[in-house]
């Protein structure tokens, strides 16, 4: 058995308006006036409605059809080298010349990455490391020791910030190497 379709609450609100609409424009032409005249002399809140119901499920159709596409990012809090993901980490350093977050996320998960190639190399605990990497670093690379004290890091130039990134990779390369 099929069901009977009953016209939604929309239609039934457009058909009462258009109802409205109609018995409106009877009146003045009933006394003789034609349709524009009749038209004109309707309120702005009867006519409003019909350019805007008309155009507003072509628009609601076009909105969705052009609607960006959320981009899936990951967890900025997630470390991406505790799975072993360095092409997250890529990433990161990649997107660090764009902005003040990133960079300050850069910066914080090379410290990670320095603080336990320290805790290794000394076998120390990572505070005692840390310490111990900072003075170290401190007297070989101060330009490096800067960049992890976060000092002048957003008034860098994207290229002077990714020169930067290289050289302190570079600094911890041959520190993880002298172990």
Sequence with gaps: MKKKSSPGPVALMVLTGLIVILCALAVPMRRGATLWEAIAVLPQAVLWPIPIALALPALVSLGLRVRPRRVHRPDPDRDPLSDGSLAAFADLLRRATDGRWARSRASS?????????????????????????????????????RFFRREGLF?????????????????????????
């Design 109 to 145: 998960r090379l410290a990670h990455l320095a603080m336990h190639v320290a805790s290794v190399r000394h076998g120390t605990s990572e505070d005692v490391a840390w310490a111990l990497f900072q003075r170290e670093t401190a007297e070989r690379e101060p330009d490096v020791a």
């Design 155 to 179: 008034s860098l130039s994207g290229e002077e910030f990714a020169d930067l990134v290289e050289r302190t990779l570079t600094y911890l390369e041959h520190y993880e190497q002298e172990a």
